[in-house]
T-cell receptor, first 108, second 116 residues
């Protein structure tokens, strides 16, 4: 089993749709969780950290379920500019493990 | 401007010819790291450094070396490159938030390496 797994994608959705990404991790000792976005051939950039109580930033909501070792990202009212690959990231001690990413295409 | 810089951005070389990819950050971050990204495999950590003179292996360290003589620089060295090291490489840095939790990683623009 991979240490961090994500929905295989790609997700093709119309503008304005709500889309949810799922991520599972295998290391129960992990303490830090993040969602990054990566545009084609560019560097990853932090979208949001994920906190135990869940957190929201505008149209983006992240949830963490430690018992199930599951992280989610919800994007509401999707925009064309949300088209990117979304990476789930989990720490393993002092290492960071990236999921393979889920590609999102928002269509006009 | 706060940033992570990498050089070169593109490099084509031949098997066995030693090369160094430089990485520098101007944010006074303690933590620096190197990743490689390959299609279908995502980003994999090669080496990381918690501070000056402290480096540790990540998940795929074979064939790579690093050094951290200064806080701002973290070069990646390929002593004898091979074709399976053809990849997109990213350097990243992070300020340590808490002992058991880490802050945002800032990535450099990437170095696309081709080994013939």
């Amino acid at each position: 089993r991979k240490e961090v797994e994500q929905d295989p994608g790609p997700f093709n959705v119309p503008e304005g749709a709500t889309v949810a990404f799922n991520c599972t991790y295998s290391n129960s000792a992990s303490q830090s969780f993040f969602w990054y976005r990566q545009d084609c051939r560019k560097e990853p950039k932090l979208l949001m950290s994920v906190y135990s109580s869940g957190n929201e930033d505008g149209r983006f909501t992240a949830q963490l379920n430690r018992a199930s070792q599951y992280i989610s990202l919800l994007i509401r009212d999707s925009k064309l500019s949300d088209s990117a690959t979304y990476l789930c990231v989990v720490n393993k001690g002092q290492n960071f493990v990236f999921g393979p990413g889920t590609r999102l295409s928002v269509l006009p | 401007e706060a940033q992570v810089t990498q050089n070169p951005r593109y490099l084509i070389t031949v098997t066995g010819k030693k090369l160094t990819v430089t990485c520098s950050q101007n944010m006074n971050h303690e933590y620096m790291s190197w990743y490689r990204q390959d299609p279908g495999l995502g980003l994999r950590q090669i080496y990381y450094s918690m501070n000056v003179e402290v480096t540790d292996k990540g998940d795929v360290p074979e064939g790579y070396k690093v050094s951290r003589k200064e806080k701002r620089n973290f070069p990646l060295i390929l002593e004898s490159p091979s074709p399976n090291q053809t990849s997109l490489y990213f350097c990243a840095s992070s300020g340590l938030a808490r002992i058991s939790s880490y802050g945002e990683q800032f990535f450099g623009p990437g170095t696309r390496l081709t080994v013939l």
